[in-house]
């Protein structure tokens, strides 16, 4: 199988190497939900990590499924779910399953990406996009954080990552009209901590 094994992402969680944890949920999040993009329904978090988005999105009023490919994520995630109040804990559901693999018991209204697709090789996109399609109800919105992470090496070909470089125009082409409605460029760019960017795009499933 091309790319990190649930090994890799195990030991990483273990050892404490998570870079790409920035210890908080991601202000991008409240934004969207301030907004009005957000609403209270149910949605999907796949490579929930610590589960602060989880968390976030249970105390607003969402029924959230946290999804995670390694054990010790999802036992930090449950963890921190574990620690807040009943009601809050009756919203959330935390799986450890692949995400090629897993469906939920019934499409979602929303998908939160954050960190689930840089976190594949990229020679699993395509399989990933349509799990994403999958997920969603018609008419429901993938909230995506798409990664720009590009390293020398993309120049010469290079596949470089975990974070693997999430290319807009790369996306556009992963998740492609009609099947998406995108909205018109230029979308926010968001600095992370360990020095990557993220693009905050809204993509609606036909």
Same mark, same amino acid.
């Given at each position: 199988?091309?790319?990190?094994?649930?090994?890799? &992402?195990?030991?990483?969680?273990?050892? $404490?190497?998570?870079? &790409?944890?920035?210890?908080?949920?991601?202000?991008?999040?409240?934004? &969207?939900?301030?907004? $009005?993009?957000l609403r209270p329904g149910r %949605?999907?978090?796949?490579? =929930?990590?610590?589960?602060?988005?989880?968390?976030?999105?249970?105390? @607003?009023?969402?029924?959230?499924? $946290?999804?995670?490919?390694? @054990?010790?994520?999802?036992?930090?995630?449950?963890?921190?779910?574990?620690?807040? @109040?009943?009601?809050?804990?009756?919203?959330?559901?935390?799986?450890?399953?692949?995400?090629?693999?897993?469906?939920?018991?019934?499409? %979602?209204?929303?998908?939160?990406?954050?960190?689930?697709? =840089?976190?594949?090789?990229?020679?699993?996109? %395509?399989?990933?996009?349509?799990?994403?399609?999958?997920?969603?109800?018609?008419?429901?919105?993938?909230?995506?954080?798409?990664?720009?992470?590009?390293?020398?090496?993309?120049?010469?070909?290079?596949?470089?990552?975990? @974070?693997?470089?999430?290319?807009?125009?790369?996306?556009?082409?992963?998740?492609?009209?009609?099947? &998406?409605?995108?909205?018109?460029?230029?979308?926010?760019?968001?600095?992370?901590?360990?020095?990557?960017?993220?693009?905050?795009?809204?993509? %609606?499933?036909?």
């Amino acid at each position: 199988m091309a790319g990190p094994t649930p090994e890799f &992402w195990q030991e990483r969680f273990e050892s $404490g190497q998570t870079p &790409w944890d920035r210890g908080v949920v991601h202000a991008q999040l409240q934004l &969207w939900v301030d907004g $009005g993009r957000l609403r209270p329904g149910r %949605v999907l978090v796949p490579g =929930c990590g610590s589960g602060y988005e989880v968390e976030a999105f249970a105390r @607003p009023g969402f029924t959230v499924t $946290g999804l995670d490919y390694a @054990p010790a994520a999802i036992a930090r995630a449950q963890a921190r779910i574990d620690a807040l @109040p009943a009601a809050l804990k009756a919203r959330c559901t935390l799986v450890c399953a692949d995400a090629l693999d897993w469906a939920p018991e019934a499409p %979602v209204d929303a998908v939160y990406e954050q960190t689930c697709l =840089c976190a594949i090789h990229p020679d699993l996109w %395509v399989d990933y996009a349509a799990q994403v399609h999958r997920w969603l109800r018609p008419g429901g919105s993938l909230f995506a954080l798409f990664v720009q992470a590009q390293r020398p090496g993309a120049a010469e070909g290079l596949i470089q990552g975990p @974070p693997y470089h999430c290319d807009i125009h790369g996306m556009r082409a992963l998740f492609p009209a009609p099947r &998406w409605a995108w909205p018109k460029p230029p979308y926010p760019r968001l600095s992370h901590p360990a020095g990557m960017a993220e693009l905050a795009v809204e993509l %609606v499933r036909a």
